[in-house]
């Protein structure tokens, strides 16, 4: 099991010229624990796999990593960065 602490932003990131949008970003935080694998170039948490790109190792430890992804029913698209602390 992953355990992550995360701060995200939701929101509508795309307006169409012409188009209002009342929607207003917003911040959240959240902490869960999800199943994962990884390779090389991918990881899998909860089920859905993404595309990693590591930083740097130290003890063994990757110290950061980007990872990137479609989910829900590839409708959304996820990028994250992951810091170990």
Do not use: P
Request: proline share 0%; with cysteine.
């Amino acid at each position: 099991m992953a355990a992550l602490s995360a701060t995200s932003v939701d929101g509508e990131f795309l307006l169409m010229q012409g188009l209002t949008s009342s929607a207003k970003l917003t911040q959240g935080t959240s902490s869960e624990n999800w199943a994962y694998s990884n390779t090389s170039t991918t990881l899998t948490l909860n089920g859905i796999t993404y595309r990693t790109a590591y930083g740097k190792r130290s003890g063994g430890i990757v110290q950061q990593f980007t990872a990137v992804g479609r989910e829900e029913n590839n409708r959304c698209v996820f990028l994250g960065t992951f810091i170990h602390k």
